[in-house]
Every structure is written in C-alpha cells, then in structure tokens.
C-alpha cells in the first residue's frame, strides 16, 4: 500500500479526472468541477501540503488557509451544482498562530458555506476515505445531507487525540482504551459511530489508497444516487430519525421531544 | 462602568445567568433539574452526572418580546456538551425558528461558557454540534442570534464554532474565546508553542477585549449585569444582518513564532 499521495488526493483525483480544476486556492485545498454520470458536481478536498505557509498546517490537518478556502471553494460553488467533500482530515491545526487569529471564525466559515449551499438547494454528500477529525471534520464534512465512508481501521473519527484527552479528563490512557470498547460514544473507528445513524453507506475497499475500478464504480453509484434522490438535502437534525439512531441517541429524541412539549409551558 | 459589587455576571451559576439575562419575575425552566435527565454515559465512566446535564433552558421575556435563553454551567465538567445538553441547544434553536416562521418571534440568548464538546460522549456531542450549527444559521435568517460569553471558562472548540455563527456576540473582559484550549495545543504542540500555564499569554491572545479587538465579538462590557442586559437588548434592537465571515488581515504565517505574535500587537 503505497502512502505517498495521501487517500484524499488519490479519491479526489480519480473523481475530478476529466473535469475543470479550480484554481485560486491554497495547495493544501483541492477544487475541481467535474460531473458524476452526468450530474454536476464540485469536488472539495484538503490534503497534505508540506509547502504550506502555516507551520502547524503542513500535513492534511484544517488550519486558517484551508478552512477559508473551503469556504471559498463552496461559496463558489457552480449553479445547478452538488458537492461533495472529500474527508481525510487528521484533525484542526494547534498553533498559537492559529489561535491568535481565531480558527474558530475560519472554520465558523467554512460550517457556514456549507449549511448556506445545502439549505439553498445544492444538495451536499460527504466522504470519508481518511481521518475525521472533531473541528476538521465538522467545517468540512458534517454538514453533509448523506455521509458514506469507507469501511477500513484508517478510518476514524473522533473529537480529540488520546494525549489530548488524557489531560483534560485526567484519566490513563489504558483506562481510555478500555472505556472506549464499553461505550461507543467515546470510541474512535467508523462503525461505532455508524451505529448512531450519521453513516448512510460503508463501502468496502481493499486499498483506500487505491480502489479497484468495480470499488470506485460503487462508491461512485452511491454518492450521484444520494445527490439525485434529495438525500443530500437532509439537514443534520434527521439523522436523529435514522433507524440505527431510533435506540443509539433515544435520549435526544426524548429531549427534544419534552422540549417541544413543555416549550409553551 | 464601575461594576456594582455582587452584580457580576461571571459570579452567578449558568440558572442564575437565565434568571438575571431575562425580565424581571419572568423565568420558567423547561426541562429543568426535576426532569432528572442525566446522562448516563458520565456514570458508566465514573464522572458523576448532574440532573439538567449541565445546560438550563429558560424561557420568559427580554424587553417585554418572547425569549428563551440557554446558558450552559461552566462548573459542570467545564460546560462541555453531551447528548442532552446538546440536544436541549439545538431543540430550542428550532422551535425559536419555527416560532420565527409561525410570526410569534421568540428572541434566542446563547449564554454559553462552554469547553466544546464532552469527551465523555465524544461522537455524540459532535453530532449536536452539527445540528446546532445548522439550527443556527437557519434562525439567522429570521432573527439575530445573540450569544453572551462572559463566564469563567469561555468558549472552544465545537462551541466556538457556533459562537462565530451567531449574529452578535457580548464578551467581557474576562471571556476567553479559541478553537483549541491552550492545554490541548501545548499537549499537540509542546510548550514552546503555547504555554498554557502562561495565563497572561492567554487573556492576549483568546481574552475578551482581543477578540473584541478582532472584531470577533460586537460588544465589549464590564461584568455587570445591568451593563450586559443593557448590550443584550442593543442586539436585538439594533437586529443587524449577520456578516460573513471574511479571511482577516494577518502578519505572515511563516515569521518565527515570537516575531509572528509581536507583529500582531501580542507581546509574548
């Protein structure tokens, strides 16, 4: 398995060839035009740009240029046409550049692009063929009608590193572990957190980094089929109504519902 | 400006802030303490839960006009935001919404103080968090949304992603706003990056009159409640549209840490 081209540049190119790239974006932000069976569509990716001028931003992870210019990329997103994000994202960058110009307004941006398309009538499909990451993962990804991703250990999501999260909680890293397996709210791989309904397709492929022709057809048949049929119009809150989410998040359903209910007194 | 003593925003528990942020003798909690919705996630951790999950949801008026207002309790496992908190947040932004659609308004005050998201629910408190960021945007649209951060432990992570989303927001002097907490960035990062020991290094670089500065936050006020109340009733009276989040204007990223931080005005 090669790891020269990170999966999102590879998934991005095989879905952009034969479309138009956009340019006028950072290294790490990849934007291409490039229609899926006919259907048009805007392809978004951030990836790995070791010449990146932001230090704590050189290796796939979402920092000030990159969560801007996603935002950029779907703000300017084609009339007529959908979008998809391309999710490998080892997570937010930490810096103390970063902080100081507020990453939180950048990824703020890129939330808000997303939610604007999506709610305008772009229908919007996410991907994820790599890491999902807490900040990086909800500028770039989350708002997303339809999310699929690909059924494979490197794929993972989660809020915060296992260091990070030791320190805050005080807890050991071994009694993290461990908790991990016992509740799959705090767990990192993919179908834990399919089992609360957000995953609408897990797609088997041998070599994320490089899909057989009949892997990337499938993959390909969801995501146009979800961009067709509305699936990519679905706010966030409906996922709560999937059916592996009926028991997983009962207790949000609950609370919204008493919510409702008790909301006029 | 002189704060009254024992009028201080930050002094008061995340109930108390409702009850203070809403006209007088008006303030009815739904879902509140009795309503024992604890989540049990904390439990079978070991963390103890609290009975409202550490998010109060009070309705009433502000300025005589239908309100809710949501503060989270900064004293609660630092605010973080888990299934039912979450789920509270994002509830009361959609009703707002569709009594906005309906033409019965009811004015939203985000009082968050508020660390993200619960790592004790990781997956859950980021799903929440996507919904409350649609929930918010979508609001926008009809009404500002106002959110308050004038508590002890100020915003991060997820919720300060939301805080950027809103319409308006009242920060103190005392307020912090980040992505990632200074703890988290010296654990990804080291030391040298951002000491987070260094307290007066993070009030210049996250600190409420930064950002206000910044042009992150749209009012900058003592913690005095007469003051914030005062700011509160400006924003929805004032009721501006919400301005798009453009790439700010920044020294060059690739100056050495020190030289990076001082041309923006920070002194290390």
Sequence with gaps: MSEEVSRGRAWFERFAAGGARADGFPASVLVADAPLDGLPVRWVAVVPAPQARFPRARSGEMGIDEAFGVAAAVRGVPPNSAIVALVDAPGQAFGIREEAIGLQRALAASVDAYVQARRSGHPVAALIVGKAISGAFLAHGMQAGWIGALDDPGVDVHVMSEPAVARVTRMQRSDLARIASEVPATARDIASFARFGAIDALFEVADPQAPTDEEYASVARALGAALRDGSGLRLPGERLNRPAAIQTRALARRVRGELATGWDG | ?268
């Design chain 2, 1 to 268: 400006m002189t704060p009254h003593i024992g009028d201080s925003y930050a002094e008061r528990n995340a109930r108390e802030r409702a009850r203070a942020l809403l006209d007088p003798g008006e303030f009815r909690e739904v879902l509140g303490p009795f309503a024992r919705l604890r989540s049990p996630y904390l439990a079978a951790q070991g963390v103890t839960s609290q009975s409202d999950d550490g998010v109060v949801v009070a309705r009433g008026t502000l300025g005589g006009a239908r309100a809710c207002v949501v503060a989270t309790d900064g004293r609660f496992l630092g605010g973080a935001i888990g299934e039912i908190g979450g789920a509270k947040i994002a509830a009361s932004l959609e009703l707002a919404r569709r009594d906005a659609e309906r033409g019965t308004p009811t004015r939203v005050v985000l009082a968050f103080d508020s660390g993200g998201i619960r790592l004790q629910e990781a997956n859950l408190g980021l799903l929440a968090i996507a919904e409350i960021c649609d929930a918010v945007v979508a609001l926008r649209a009809h009404q500002p949304v106002v959110a308050v951060i004038a508590g002890r432990v100020g915003v991060y992570g997820g919720i300060s992603i939301v805080t950027a989303l809103c319409n308006e927001v009242i920060v103190t002097e005392g307020a912090r706003i980040g992505l990632n907490g200074p703890d988290v960035v010296e654990t990804e990062a080291g030391a040298d990056e951002f000491d987070a020991a260094n307290r007066p290094l993070v009030w210049k670089v996250t600190g409420g009159r930064r950002r206000f500065a910044q042009g992150h936050a749209t009012a900058l006020v003592a913690d005095d409640m007469p003051d914030i109340r005062a700011a509160v009733e400006d924003a929805f009276v004032r009721n501006g549209p919400f301005v798009a989040i453009e790439r700010p204007e920044f020294p060059d990223p690739g100056l050495e840490r020190e030289a990076f931080l001082r041309a923006y005005g920070i002194t290390p």
